[in-house]
């Protein structure tokens, strides 16, 4: 049981390249979520899946795309990649509960993204 | 107001000392809560769940006051491993499991 996965572990991208995040989930999780952690800061919502077939926005989505075509997978996409951009990614997924039944999130160990 | 508080820290603490984090949310809708760790240039990791009647597991102990949106996190016993950041997560009672996570509170515990 791998729980979650996500690759590349480590990239630097030159600026105004693209290139895509992996993410999937072992677990049969209907939630995923993508967040970005700046250095000494917290956790940012990008963007998250309740679903396949189902994405939406979080707090910082500018400059990123997903997709949900399988429960399993939920792929990160930069377009145009920015210095801004330079940040470790989180992908989490969790049991699709509600109220206090609702358990915490289960993270991958992250990709630590340089744009230069 | 940040949707979830905590003082950045950091705490440095000898072994075996007492120690206690706070936290202040200000979603009244929010229905679920947690204490996370993080290790440097980690994930993070689930740490406990708090409960409105609070709760313990081993060192660690977590309360909830819904009335004044708080809560803690007291660890007896310090140990050096204890050294991480400590994170607040409160959902934001609507569809999708939307959890909010606090800056996180530093602790170091030397020996």
Request: aromatic residues 12%.
């Amino acid at each position: 049981n791998a729980g979650v996965t996500q690759t590349p572990k480590f990239r630097i991208l030159k600026i105004g390249q693209s290139m895509t995040l992996q993410c999937t989930q072992d677990m049969n999780h209907n939630y995923m979520y993508w967040y970005r952690q700046d250095p000494g800061m917290g956790l940012k919502l990008i963007y998250y899946s309740v679903g396949a077939g189902i994405t939406d926005k979080g707090e910082v989505p500018n400059g990123y795309n997903v997709s949900r075509s399988t429960t399993e997978d939920f792929p990160l996409r930069l377009e145009l990649a920015a210095p801004s951009q330079t940040s470790v990614y989180f992908c989490a997924s969790s049991y699709s509960g509600t109220g206090t039944s609702v358990g915490g999130y289960t993270f991958g160990s992250g990709t630590r993204l340089t744009v230069v | 107001r940040k949707e979830v508080e905590q003082d950045p820290g950091p705490f440095n603490v000898p072994e075996g000392a007492t120690v206690a984090f706070n936290c202040t949310y200000s979603n009244s809708a929010s229905q679920s809560f947690f204490w996370y760790r993080q290790d440097c240039r980690k994930e993070p990791k689930l740490l406990m769940s708090v409960y409105s009647s609070g709760n313990e597991d081993g060192r660690f102990t977590a309360q909830l006051n819904r009335a004044s949106q708080y809560i803690s996190l007291l660890i007896r016993d310090s140990k050096l491993s204890d050294s991480a950041t400590y994170l607040c997560v409160v959902n934001r009672g609507n569809a999708g499991n939307m959890l909010t996570f606090g800056g996180g509170t530093r602790l170091m515990v030397k020996p």
